[in-house]
């Protein structure tokens, strides 16, 4: 596809000191926004139609115009915890391109009047946040954050967070307590962060691709952004982590809404010759497409109206050789491992899951079990305190109902029963 990369223009360039980076046009962005007003900077990337990167969609511009004005200190945080099964674009984010993502760090604590922004990493990313923490002290020593950022009276230090491998601290009230220093455990909304977040005071939370859009829709303006994508709700540049069975897994780049057909094409195509049987389009948490969808523009509206979810655009290529109540397995599984406990329907119910589809691949269970299956979905959905309890029941629910012949062959001992 002829598409020229915006997000990923510097893979393998090994920017990591400031020096390098200016050179290729870096910082220009956050040159740019310090001459401008911080709420003229929040109103382009409203015009911008930037739609959160983590999960949710919500546009980062409105959620910066949510901050109160009048209460300090306020904080940005960005979320670079990326532990969603199937999502690693962060990652390539952070590690290729440090400084673009410091650079839209310190052009959005400007925006919403933060002096202090945390960068909360996956405690896995090692090395990421090695490189990260480099090329932070590399910008302190340029003078392109710390006291006066660029010769300007704008202040702003950045701070490195690392978690501690738990998925639900990537839920953004379970990230405020545990950069506290508490149990991650989600909060209660409302109030909502940008109310009262961070030690109580007013929080933007944004994902670490979110904000690395952020400097290009200053320095190329909102309306360059809105004219990439399917349609001015569903724009901008977009990364796409491909896993499961295709040729050539990865991340790629391309405009918000390219087609989950042509996406397939350009990783290579499914592997070892197979069929498509199944995608997920937004990682563990998106309920499952078959391969009747393959048409489907990847695009948050268009993925919503088909039921499912584009989420972290973290895409999991399923071929026909798959057994799809396995595939319900490791899913069940993984949620009730990271179930934080809080909620009775989602401590139990992922628990449920989890243990009748291990009776259904015993071969011990019945018909009515997988009616118990769907039942138990439908009582943890809308019933938790966070989305982790809805997003299990939404992808478990998704793949027993368009895939019950094959829990039926479990049922009627049609297929093999391995331990
Ligand atoms: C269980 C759970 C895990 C999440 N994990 C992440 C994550 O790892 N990274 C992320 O950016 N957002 C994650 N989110 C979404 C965040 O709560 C939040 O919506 C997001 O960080 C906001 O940023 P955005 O508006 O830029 O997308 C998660 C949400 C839930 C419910
Ligand atoms: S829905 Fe699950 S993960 Fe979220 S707060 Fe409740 S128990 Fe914890």
Redesign the pocket.
């Known amino acids: 596809m002829n598409y020229e990369p915006v997000l990923l223009r510097n893979i393998g360039k090994k920017l990591y000191k400031v020096a390098d980076y200016v050179k290729e046009g870096g910082y220009s962005g956050l040159e740019k926004a310090l001459q401008m007003k911080p709420e003229e900077i929040t109103e382009e990337v409203k015009k911008a139609n930037l739609?959160?990167?983590?999960?949710?969609?919500?546009p980062?511009g409105v959620?910066w115009s949510f901050v109160p004005k009048d209460i300090y200190p306020k904080y940005l945080v960005c979320?670079?915890?990326?532990?969603?099964p199937g999502?690693f674009k962060?990652r390539v984010l952070i590690e290729e391109d440090p400084h673009l993502l410091i650079e839209g760090c310190a052009i959005s604590s400007y925006a919403i009047g933060a002096n202090t922004c945390y960068i909360y990493i996956?405690g896995e990313y090692t090395k990421q946040a090695d490189i990260l923490e480099d090329a932070i002290a590399d910008a302190y020593k340029e003078g392109i954050i710390g006291s006066k950022v660029m010769d300007s009276n704008f202040s702003l230090d950045i701070v490195v967070h690392r978690g501690a491998g738990a998925?639900?601290c990537?839920?953004?009230?379970?990230?405020l307590e545990s950069l506290e220093g508490k149990r991650g455990q989600?909060r209660v909304k409302p109030p909502f962060p940008a109310v009262v977040g961070a030690f109580g005071k007013p929080t933007v939370?944004?994902?670490?691709?979110?904000?690395c859009c952020v400097p290009f829709i200053v320095s190329r303006g909102a309306e360059w952004f809105r004219s990439i994508g399917i349609d001015e709700k569903n724009c901008g540049p977009k990364l796409y982590a491909i896993s499961g069975h295709v040729e050539k897994p990865g991340v790629y780049e391309f405009p918000m809404g390219i087609t989950f057909e042509k996406l397939l094409e350009e990783a290579g195509g499914i592997w070892q010759g197979r069929k498509l049987k199944a995608f997920i389009p937004g990682g563990a948490?998106a309920p499952v497409m078959t391969a009747d969808d393959i048409g489907i523009p990847m695009s948050f509206d268009h993925l919503a109206k088909a039921g499912s979810m584009l989420g972290?655009a973290a895409v999991i290529v399923i071929d026909d050789n798959t057994c799809m109540v396995k595939v319900a397995k490791t899913i069940a599984h993984f949620f009730n491992h990271?179930s934080c406990g809080q909620c009775t329907p989602c401590r139990e119910g992922t628990n449920w899951l989890e243990y009748i589809i291990d009776k259904v691949l015993s071969g011990k269970a019945t018909e009515k079990d997988i009616d118990l299956l769907t039942g138990v979905c439908n009582q943890i959905e809308g019933n938790c305190l966070?989305?982790?309890g809805d997003?299990a029941a939404m992808s478990v629910r998704s793949i027993a109902i368009k895939f019950k012949e094959e829990f039926m062959k479990y049922v009627k001992k049609l297929t093999l029963v391995r331990e």
């Open positions: 739609r959160g990167r983590g999960g949710a969609g919500f980062a959620k979320n670079a915890d990326e532990s969603e999502t962060d996956r998925y639900i990537g839920e953004e009230t379970g990230l989600p939370i944004n994902n670490v691709e979110t904000l948490s972290s990271e966070c989305a982790l997003a």
